[in-house]
């Protein structure tokens, strides 16, 4: 071996050293969302190409929620990277419990810009970023041309009511002989279940959760007339057992072919219309979120992203990996090993004009226009102290949110009345919100 | 055999007795048949799923390829051998001690003992965490060992204690008359009878400590976690899920499964907590 | 008699597990305790000031609480009802002779060996199911309407699933009992003409009085803190219909993440935990002396 070929292994000896140095092992933190499983799919290449190892660890929605928080707000340090939503962001951001990733806008390569704007605003707390998303989603009515086109029924082109026009097409939809529900729509108990569809539901029929006083407004007539009409349309257009029925499970239903229509997130859309996934594929399509007395606060807005806790001990590999999983050219690797069509939506506005992802999902368009229509800020007809469309943006929320979603799903069920129901939820608000302090 | 049983009766005797365990048995079975059909036939009818479709092992490779199965299962391996045979360590002279040197205040003890797993565990979480969050020990099998140990130590105790109890003390005081050191007695003549009784503690203490599911999802996030864990990501629906849940389920529950089955005989032999004359 | 030397050495003996288990309960117990009079919520970092009894009396005057008490009562005492009167039917049943009882047996303990997760996903999801199950299919099959499990009869759905699993320990240990039961005495009391409802009467059921205490305080034990179920089936609803105390516990700690009313909770708890624990004491310490 000459001196040259010696110096050349020695180098390499010294980078394979170096590369062993630097590589780390971070721990995962996600729920198991379509989207989700993707990206667990393709982070071997990240692995590679970094010499970086991931443990995942895979949890259902609420159950994920509950084990971050704990772990986060007691400073347990055992994951470097969470999934976390538009609900958790702003606030635990403002605990200081996540890093801030403003330090993203100075790469140029990722173009933090070019994240929707609406977007960005819900994941930052005080002008500070603190979660990536991965996708965004407001909602919006799925539904089966075929059993529309049977029905005799013309698909909407403007914003349709919720009573007459969503019930009377349920019921002339309804056919559970042949397996074919009216309508799916949420039911099983949880503020990011049930809650996330009868929110805008309420905003749509006039319903405030509180008034400017921090006063819960459940026991309001508007809020009755809303989950009277959700009961009166799930018990008599709605599959059996609705109670148990969240998004996952609504999804797996609709995309089975037993639900006639569904108002749920967009983010669903690339599922349902993705041909190796979905049996109706080719039969679905979409229009607006019914409304009622008012059009505003209609459909939600939901982001998942990535972030990071400020107890981690590994921010720079973590942060590595959150520019890698929301960058261009990872929606570019979905676009190129999964279908464009499976492209996670309503992130970047790069990704969106995409004439690959337009022509393989067109709908692409709608759900984009969807998104930048939501106006978090204004998400009821009367003047609202809060932020958010299916969520308060306060810490008390989840507590609350779970509990009326538990009294909705009682009356739904038939356990209970819908006047108890509401009366239930006011009395837990109230002492809720006296108990933190908004009720003096 | 005292007396001649009809054929009849006998055969009678085996329908009901093997109807009623097929009907308990058959949801295994069915998750079983389930884990080896695709997801689009694991929704069908059952009659349809049994005669019209054919088997693959599509789904056991699925679930493999998400979660590491193996690192789950090495885990639970660990976490309820440990825990049953630390706690093993500790409960055997206990329960020696309480049987063969009884006190005034033996018997509340150990009903203090058992008294102490009433105690509902969601009710202690947070200072449990806050606890091994300080000393290092979330996530990390060793914290989790000890905390089966720590849920189980009392039934371990009691259950040896009662066989413990049915060793005729004279047997004992004549070893002593012998000469045999304490070490002696307790390794020569009462392990050997309560071989029975160890070694069903031991099997109900594994199986106790593979299926608790609630300190061990809470207190690990990725390296110690058993398979509680792995199951757990498999809750929530996810488009057509039946045969990949039937899949994990089997792959979670057969070690123990199998390992209940083939020593059944010692377990139920043991399994008696004193209430056998 | 024991000596004082063994006496010493039995103390010795019995420390490490009465030391162990002291600091288990004390430790976490005190923190709880502490925890209980504070301001103490995850999510809202206050600095966690002392509230004296507030959180006692948020908990116990929340509307849910009552609802969790009689869930929890009635959840144990279902379970205990089924598993001990089936596990005597089943262990009288195993006790007679039959072909390949051993494979009958090895079907019948099986569900004891399945992790109560595992059991509550499938029964959920494979048989429960309205629209995918085996018992809604059925059901639909021959034109009737399926039932609603978790929707309209959540806890007995709730039983029904933990008994599936309790109900093989309860058979093992019962069969275990019957066993040693002594056929001389059984035949003789045959031959003087005693019907076989007396001979349950008077001979088998007082032979297996002490096994069934013993059943019925392991899954007692066991019982009292049933959640895994819960959780994976219902959340505890529809409204409050499945939330037993320990779930109602979980709420307040760990899903609004109120440390200091959940740790209320705790308290109260573990003092009806130790009343039930005293009471249950009582009787099997009389029976098992007898």
Partial sequence: MNLRGALCAATALVSVAATAAMSEEITIATVNNADMIVMQKLAPQWEEATGNTINWVVLEENVLRQRTTQDIATNGGSFDIIFIGAYEAPIWGANGWLTPLDDFADDADYDLEDIFQLVRNGLSADGHLYAVPLYSETSFTFYRTDLFEKAGIEAPTEQILYDPDFMEMAAKLHDPENGIYGTCQRGKAGWGENMAFIGPLANAFGARWFDMDWQPQLDSPEWNAAITYYVDLMTNYGPPGATANGHNENRALFKDGKCATWVDATSAANDVRNPNTSSVADVTDFFKAPMQVTSNGTGWFWSWALAIPASSQKIDVAKDFLKWGTSKEYFEMVGETEGWVAVPSGTRASVHDDPRLLEAAPFAATIKEA?????????????????????????????????????????????????????????????????????? | ?????????????????????????????????????????????????????????????????????????????????????????IAIPAAWAMAFVPAKHTKDVLMWMLSTKMLPPVGVLVPIYLIFRDLGLLDTRVGLVFVLMMMNLPIIIWMLYTYFREIPGEILEAARMDGASLREEVLYVLTPMAVPGIASTVLLNIILSWNEAFWTLNLTAAKAAPLTAFIASYSSPEGLFYAKLSAASIMAIAPILIMGWFSQKQLVRGLTFGAVK | MATKASRTAARMMISPSVILLLGWMIIPLSMTIYFSFLRYNLITPTGNPFVGWENYYWFVTDPSFKAAMINTLLLVGGILLITVIGGILLSLLLDRPMFGQGVIRIMVIAPFFVMPTVSALVWKNMFMNPVNGIFGQMATGMGFEPVDFFGQIPLLSIIFIASWQWLPFATLILFTAMQSLDQEQLEAAEMDGASWSSRFWFIILPHLARAITVVILIETIFLLSVFAEILVTTNGGPGTATTNLTYLIYVSSLLQFDVGMGSAGGVIAIILANIVAIFLMRMIGKNLDA
């Fill in chain 1, 371 to 440: 998104i930048l229509s939501v106006d978090p800020a204004n998400p009821t007809k009367d003047p609202v102290p809060y932020t958010g469309v299916q969520f308060v943006a306060i810490p008390e929320f989840q507590g609350i949110g779970n509990y009326v979603g538990q009294q909705i799903a009682a009356a739904l069920a038939g356990q209970s009345s819908v006047e108890d129901a509401l009366a239930n939820s006011q009395q837990f608000a109230v002492r809720e919100m006296t108990k933190a302090g908004y009720i003096k």
């Fill in chain 2, 1 to 89: 055999m005292a007396r001649a049983v009809p054929h009849k009766t006998k055969v009678f005797n085996t329908a009901v007795a093997g109807t009623i365990g097929f009907l308990m048995f058959f949801p295994i079975l069915w998750i079983l048949i389930l884990s080896f059909k695709t997801e689009e036939d694991a929704i069908r009818a059952p009659f349809q799923v049994l005669f019209s479709s054919g088997w693959t092992m599509d789904s056991f490779a699925t679930v493999q390829e998400r979660s590491d199965y193996f690192k789950h299962f090495m885990n639970s391996v660990t976490i309820s051998l440990g825990s049953t045979f630390l706690g093993l360590l």
